[in-house]
């Protein structure tokens, strides 16, 4: 276990919930055809070059249906890996593997998906000179969401808050509510001590919650020259210092020219969202 990994009891329900949702209610008619001492090796290959991610899951899967089987790694999340290079293998008999090969797979290959697009985005700031930290949303899976964060981790990233107990994002809909000042005063009132994030249309906005005092501003949908204006008048103007996250629609084809800008952040939803999956094959070897 390490930082790149998913809290192991994260794991565990996510796969349990997932082995029953493909067993319930008789198991799994096709494996029981074979005979069961019959015994073999399946190997681990992705079909494409990525970052892998998920692991603990895909062990857990093999685990929960046969803990007899032997799972072995020669890869880690956070790892590059090739295509074609074996990342792993489980020996055992060969009914159990068969049985437990999809759902292994799918948290496998989704995790190491979202692995390998959020490397993607961190290598593009880094080529472009920038020191823009690449991180995720809220915009995860229900049910998967310390799996896909930790996935995020794997590939570079960073997370932003995991729930909404994590701290107080005030946004547009907040916002129309009471006003910048006063909706951080209120948080600073109600919350104490809890890190207060402003979402900001323009640059108008984004200066009345430096005035306000917020600990964070999101930056939405401002074009990179704006952005850029931003953060030099908030850094050169305000003795406070909020972090400054661009938010809103970034693309791999988008995320250079914001690289430069000096916002701390990027928060992409697509990480977790719209991630293609990395493809990773079971191939079986009997004997």
């Avoid at 999340?77 to 068969?98: F, K, N």
Wanted: charged share 25%; hydrophobic share 45%; aromatic share 4%.
């Amino acid at each position: 276990m390490h930082d790149l990994h998913p809290p192991v009891t994260a794991v565990r329900e996510a796969v349990a919930r997932a082995l029953a949702e493909d067993l319930t209610p008789i198991g799994d008619l096709t494996s029981l055809l074979l005979p069961e001492d019959l015994e073999a090796t399946a190997r681990l290959v992705p079909r494409d070059d990525g970052v892998l991610a998920g692991r603990l899951c895909a062990e857990e899967a093999f685990r929960q249906i046969d803990a007899g089987l032997a799972v072995r790694w020669s890869a880690d999340d956070g790892d590059r890996v090739r295509a074609g290079d074996e990342v792993g293998h489980v020996t055992g008999r060969l009914a159990p593997i068969l049985t437990a090969e999809r759902t292994a797979l799918n948290f496998l290959c989704h995790l190491s998906g979202v692995a390998t697009l959020t490397a993607r985005f961190v290598a593009a700031v880094a080529d472009a000179g920038g020191t823009l930290r690449v991180w995720d949303t809220r915009k995860t899976t229900p049910g998967l969401r310390a799996l896909e964060k930790a996935a995020v981790r794997a590939g570079g990233g960073s997370n932003h808050r995991g729930n909404l107990s994590d701290w107080v994002l005030l946004k547009d809909n907040h916002l129309e509510m009471f006003g910048v000042a006063e909706a951080v005063a209120r948080a600073r009132v109600r919350w104490p001590g809890r890190t207060v994030h402003v979402e900001c249309a323009d640059a108008a906005a984004a200066f009345a919650a430096v005035e306000a005092g917020a600990d964070a501003l999101l930056l939405d949908n401002l074009a990179p020259a704006d952005v850029r204006a931003v953060v030099h008048q908030v850094r050169t103007e305000h003795q406070h210092r909020p972090l400054l996250e661009v938010s809103g629609g970034v693309t791999l084809e988008t995320i250079r020219a914001y690289a430069t800008t000096g916002a701390d952040l990027v928060s992409i939803g697509a990480l977790t969202h719209s991630a293609p999956v990395l493809d990773i094959g079971l191939d079986v070897d009997p004997g």
